[in-house]
């Protein structure tokens, strides 16, 4: 006699739906697994050679550097000087490299302090190219005193090169405060009716490279 047990139904039942949405999911999860394997089974690293950046002179991009400012009390004209000079004498060819400066605050004093730090530059930028310096804010090369050493024409390069970022930072000192220097000259009419949260575009092209050669990068300035 058959026992009666072995007729009993199941007490679940296997019903297969299909979704491609989750098998699509599956599927991406598994080829990120593939993917990390691959990485995990052949590692690699990059190593750069910026050294060899003069060799590839003509195939490099253009590159456009912003530096903004609102304030000429919260953020001193020196601080912004420091800051241009060290862009324009990044090493990177000289036809290549814009700088603009961006001042909400549309203060003549802060547009003074540029243009006399565009004099400087033709000094600064060919001395960091020069000794090939690493550190290109002059506020902060020149934290150090010069160590002894027995190269001369560096040396005197350096106290030249010290000694007119001294007379800048001077300028820009005697200038703060002083609100009546910059009605006398052409060069700042536009700053005469200008206030910092009412006026109009300002635009100055302190240092424009037409040629595209030697050292001068194009420096412009709005307001």
Same mark, same amino acid.
């Given at each position: 006699?058959?026992?009666?047990? %072995?007729? *009993?139904?199941?007490?679940? $039942?296997?019903?297969?739906?299909?979704?491609?949405?989750?098998?699509?999911?599956?599927? #991406?999860? *598994?080829?990120?697994?593939?993917?990390?394997? =691959?990485?995990?089974?052949?590692?690699?690293?990059?190593?750069?050679?910026?050294?060899?950046? &003069?060799?590839?002179?003509?195939?490099?991009?253009?590159?456009?550097?912003?530096?903004?400012?609102?304030?000429?009390?919260?953020?001193?004209?020196?601080?912004?000087?420091?800051?241009? *000079? %060290?862009?324009?004498?990044?090493?990177?060819?000289? &036809?290549?490299?814009?700088?603009?400066?961006?001042? +909400?605050?549309?203060?003549?004093?802060?547009?003074?302090?540029?243009?006399?730090? %565009?004099?400087?530059?033709?000094?600064? =930028?060919?001395?960091?190219?020069?000794?090939?310096?690493?550190?290109?804010?002059?506020?902060?090369?020149?934290? @150090?005193?010069?160590?002894?050493?027995?190269?001369? $024409?560096?040396?005197? /390069?350096? $106290?030249?090169?010290?000694? $007119?970022?001294?007379? *800048?930072?001077?300028?820009?000192? /005697? #200038? #703060?405060? /002083?609100?009546?220097?910059?009605?006398?000259? +052409?060069?700042?009419?536009?700053?005469?009716?200008?206030?910092? @949260? +009412?006026?109009?575009?300002?635009?100055?092209?302190?240092?424009? &490279?037409?040629?595209?050669?030697? /050292?001068?990068?194009?420096?412009?300035? %709005?307001?």
């Amino acid at each position: 006699m058959a026992d009666s047990s %072995s007729f *009993l139904p199941p007490l679940c $039942e296997r019903i297969s739906k299909k979704s491609y949405v989750l098998r699509a999911m599956d599927l #991406t999860i *598994l080829g990120l697994l593939f993917s990390l394997l =691959v990485a995990k089974w052949s590692p690699a690293e990059y190593k750069p050679y910026p050294d060899r950046l &003069n060799e590839r002179v003509h195939g490099l991009p253009s590159v456009d550097m912003f530096v903004t400012t609102a304030d000429p009390v919260q953020e001193p004209p020196i601080i912004v000087v420091n800051t241009v *000079l %060290s862009l324009l004498a990044v090493n990177y060819p000289a &036809n290549k490299l814009a700088c603009y400066v961006s001042d +909400d605050g549309c203060s003549p004093l802060t547009y003074f302090s540029l243009k006399e730090a %565009s004099k400087f530059a033709k000094i600064w =930028v060919p001395f960091c190219k020069k000794y090939d310096v690493k550190v290109r804010a002059p506020f902060r090369y020149f934290l @150090n005193p010069l160590a002894e050493i027995e190269d001369f $024409e560096f040396a005197k /390069d350096w $106290e030249i090169t010290k000694r $007119e970022y001294e007379k *800048l930072c001077q300028k820009v000192e /005697d #200038t #703060t405060g /002083d609100c009546q220097w910059w009605n006398a000259d +052409d060069d700042f009419k536009d700053f005469s009716n200008s206030k910092p @949260n +009412d006026h109009p575009t300002i635009v100055k092209v302190i240092w424009e &490279n037409k040629g595209g050669f030697g /050292d001068a990068k194009e420096f412009k300035v %709005s307001a």
